[in-house]
């Protein structure tokens, strides 16, 4: 019988840790500042707007917000990114996405410049996470993936990690992040004929489709380890892309859906805001 990772008590024990950072940056000046850029009428992206103010709140960082209708256009939101990459308080811009169906997120995500990307969307971004560079951010879900893995003492050489889902936010950047710790890596899709060949043989099997309970227990290898990126809602309820209960049988940890890789997401999000206030004053020299 596999157990949940307590992802709750790792994400409380390392804002505790990040607020210490903030604490100490404060006292050279550096104030963390992070700009939000809404332009949605979601209702789920205002609830993670608001819950990324609550935890910036917690831990030091300011958050600024730009709440934008339905009448922006993508000039409009290009032109307000362009005024906050020349803005030496604002450390971070996020793009709270999805966005207005009739704006052009690739020309919005890319006009961020790539020293306040701390999303870690953008084409430079995510070229340097590829080429092995170490000064970049890293997405934040992958980076939040692989805080838990490592929070659990994961071994990845060697093991064979199944990532179900290839999106530019998720599945190509936690490959690469789970390549580089020496894992084998093998990367499932809509077009793959049957996932289960490659679910049953994964020691880490990361599901990030979004589909509720695509992964079932008998497409698990018995041990593994499963990270479930999928929060659906259904009849009322969040799902994961992972019949957890079913998944609990077989696996020996898997992360819960609500209480997971979310929560990790948005303390990577604070940590990559932290790392860009650090190369932009200079003061990762000075601590």
């Known amino acids: ?35 939000v850029i809404l332009a949605s009428d979601d209702e789920a992206s205002k609830v993670y707007v608001a819950n990324k103010r609550k935890m910036c ?16 256009t993508t000039e409009d939101v290009v032109k307000l990114v362009e005024k906050l ?15 207005y169906k009739h704006l052009d997120m690739d020309e919005i995500l890319d006009s961020i410049s790539d020293k306040k990307d701390v ?15 170490h000064e970049t951010f890293i997405s934040c879900t992958p ?24 999106s530019r936010i ?3 950047p936690i490959s690469q992040l789970l390549l580089k710790r020496g894992a084998t890596v093998t990367i499932c899709h809509s077009k793959t004929p049957d996932i289960s060949v490659f679910t049953k043989t994964a020691d880490i099997l990361v599901a990030a489709v979004g589909k509720a309970h695509i992964i079932k227990k008998d497409m698990i290898k018995p041990g593994a380890i499963v990270v479930d990126v999928g929060i659906n809602r259904v009849d ?47 003061t990762n020299k000075m601590i």
Not at 24 to 34: A, D, E, M, N, V
Not at 119 to 133: A, N, Q, R, V
Not at 244 to 260: H, M
């Open 236 to 282: 009322g309820k969040l799902q994961g892309d992972v019949d957890t209960e079913g998944a609990l049988e077989v696996c020996s940890k898997i992360t819960p859906v609500p209480g997971g890789v979310g929560l990790t997401t948005v303390l990577s999000l604070l940590e990559n805001v932290v790392q860009a206030a650090r190369m932009q004053s200079d």
């Open 1 to 35: 019988m596999g157990e949940k990772i307590d992802v709750k008590s790792l994400v409380k024990k390392r804002k505790k840790e990040l607020k210490q950072q903030i604490d100490t940056l404060k006292i050279f000046g550096i104030k963390p500042k992070l700009a």
């Open 85 to 99: 990459n020349n803005d030496k308080t604002v450390n971070g811009i996020l793009v709270q996405l999805p966005l």
């Open 143 to 166: 980076k939040g993936i692989m805080t838990i893995l490592d929070s659990i003492g994961t071994d990845y050489v060697g093991k064979h990690a199944v990532i179900v889902g290839r």
């Open 170 to 172: 998720v599945g190509k």
């Open 119 to 133: 999303d870690g969307f953008h084409p430079l971004t995510l070229g340097k996470l590829f080429i092995g560079e």
């Open 57 to 72: 709140e917690e831990v030091g960082i300011e958050q600024e917000e730009y709440i934008l209708d339905k009448n922006t």
